[in-house]
Every structure is written in structure tokens, then in C-alpha cells.
């Protein structure tokens, strides 16, 4: 552990939508682990995630309520698909250890899909002709700009997982990246959890937190009202400002629009074809992962 700096010892670098909150979330339970915000993403320049750039000063700030004792660890979800964040986070800390967590791509894209049409990043909610019209400015080498990102990372980009999980195993070696899958941690997240502490060197590996539900799938009632609370134009800002001068007033406001606005969404069962199209666009990338991971990824193509 880095006793003399606030720097952090270990990274869960995504992907996303594959269980990093929930265990992020369960780590930070333990006593000898402190957990950093989660998504401060100050690593892979060429993302363009287009929140504030932190200073290193700030980003070692993120762990200054760590005890001497404890291993400091980062999440963000997006350091996977960067291709610049492993060669980043090795000038910045060699001795770093990386956690990289998988998920099916049948069943990661729908979820991605819906975070996106949450964060307003997404505006199609049909998933089909989202990943169609996905597919074709990916062809046409279009860049889709957003709120979040300056070039959107594309569904089927993201979850070729192969190139992503190879760069940080040729930047770190194999016996300082752990791999999971998203259905290890729902299967027996217990086991998984354990094998994580071992892992990262913790001596108390029993310790076993009660697990719950994390960053459960969410769905928007009204997505005009919610692109309104999340994105709302500078005449409509101007109005609220004038007729609600307090923030701190206006921030519940919003805050109180988008409870009422989401619902837990049920997880449904994609369209066949929709199922089909995914695993043929990804067979190769996930026949080679298996290869390169030692791991059964026949489920994913079935």
C-alpha cells in the first residue's frame, strides 16, 4: 500500500453495467479498504468524458479520509475502453493492481442502453433501432457527441471486450489483473468477494458483508420531462432562476422531478433477432477473450 502518498493502490476499470457499483460498494465495507467516489475517471485522456478535469492535487484528495492501514482503491467504469487510461495509470502508480469486470454482451448492451437513456446521452428508446443507427454511424466513422462524452463509446465497441482486456494485461502482467464476470458476482458473489480480498493481499478474507442491490435498472416515465430536469434550455434556466431565486431550492426541485419521473425498470427479454444480431457482431471478439482468459464464455453465444 502507498503509506507515503495518497495514491491509490488498485483500480476496477469497468465495464460498465457489469457489477463495479456492487462491488465497489462491498469493498468499501471492509476495514481494511477505503473506496474513492466512485466514476472520477481522471485517467484515460482520450475518452473526452466531459466533466472537470481534476488536478493531481485534487484527484489524491479523493483519499484523504483513507486510515494508514487501509489499501485505497478507484472505480470507473470507463478506464476499460480508453486506450490511453492502463498506459496512465502505470506511469502514475507502476505497482498498481487492476480489477476488470465482464458482462455478456446479450446482456450488457440493453442495460448500457438504459443508462444511457437515463443520463440523457440516449434519445431512441427502442433498443433495436438505437444499436441499428449505432451500427451505421460506426460504419460511416460518425462521431455522436453528447452530453457526457465528447465522442459517445458505440454499444458494439463497448462490449468487444478483447483489444480492452488485453492492453492491461500486456501493460501489468497476469498476476496483477483479476477478471471477473458479471454472473460469478450474481451467481455467488460471496465467492467472488473472496476472491477479490485475496487478491488485493487483505488479511481479514472471511469478513462478509450483507449484500444489496446496488444502481438497480431504471427506467424514465416521461423522457421529454427528464431531458427538460437534466439538460433544460438557458431561456427555461433564466425563468426558473427568476421565479425561484434560492438554489438550493431549485436543486430539490429537480431533484424531487426526477424521483416522481423514474421507475425501477423489469428486465425484459430482448428481441430474438435483436439477440442473434449481438452475438454474430461479436462472436470472434468473445471466442478470443476465451482464449485469453482461460474462461467458459460459451453461455454468451447461445
Not at 487510461?85 to 450488457?108: C, D, G, Q, T, W
Amino acid at each position: 500500500m502507498n503509506k507515503e502518498t495518497n495514491k491509490p493502490d488498485f483500480f476496477i476499470v469497468g465495464a460498465p453495467k457489469s457489477g463495479t457499483t456492487a462491488l465497489d460498494y462491498h469493498l468499501n465495507l471492509h476495514p481494511e479498504i477505503f473506496m474513492a467516489k466512485k466514476e472520477i475517471h481522471y485517467f484515460g485522456s482520450d475518452i473526452g468524458i466531459t466533466q472537470e478535469k481534476l488536478s493531481e492535487k485534487e484527484y489524491l484528495y479523493s483519499f484523504n479520509d483513507s486510515e494508514s492501514s487501509q489499501i485505497k482503491g478507484e472505480s470507473s467504469v470507463w478506464y476499460l475502453y480508453s486506450k490511453n487510461a492502463a498506459e496512465e495509470i502505470k506511469a502514475f502508480n507502476p505497482k498498481s493492481k487492476i480489477i476488470i469486470l465482464l458482462r455478456n454482451p446479450v446482456e450488457m448492451i440493453p442495460s448500457l442502453h438504459s443508462q444511457y437513456i437515463y443520463n440523457s446521452i440516449e434519445s431512441e428508446e427502442n433498443l433495436t433501432i438505437a444499436l441499428n443507427n449505432d451500427i451505421k454511424r460506426t460504419d460511416n466513422n460518425e462521431i455522436l457527441s453528447c452530453s457526457h462524452f465528447k465522442e459517445r463509446p458505440p454499444y458494439i465497441n463497448t462490449v468487444k471486450y478483447f483489444n480492452q482486456v488485453q492492453r492491461y494485461l500486456d501493460t501489468f502482467s497476469k498476476e496483477n489483473v483479476l477478471i471477473l464476470l458479471h454472473e460469478e458476482l450474481t451467481n455467488d458473489f460471496d465467492l467472488a468477494y473472496k476472491k477479490t480480498l485475496i487478491f488485493l493481499g487483505i488479511i481479514k478474507t472471511d469478513f462478509s458483508p450483507t449484500t444489496e442491490q446496488v444502481n438497480s435498472r431504471k427506467s424514465i416515465k416521461s423522457i421529454k420531462l427528464h431531458q427538460i430536469s437534466k439538460n433544460p434550455s438557458t431561456k427555461l434556466k433564466r425563468f426558473i432562476q427568476f421565479i425561484i431565486p434560492f438554489k438550493i431550492i431549485r436543486h430539490n426541485l429537480m431533484k424531487n422531478i426526477d424521483i416522481i419521473n423514474i421507475r425501477e425498470k423489469e428486465i425484459t427479454t430482448i428481441p430474438k433477432e435483436l439477440k442473434e444480431k449481438i452475438i454474430k457482431l461479436t462472436f470472434n471478439d468473445v471466442g478470443n477473450l476465451a482464449q485469453l482468459i482461460k474462461k467458459d464464455l460459451s453461455s454468451w453465444l447461445r
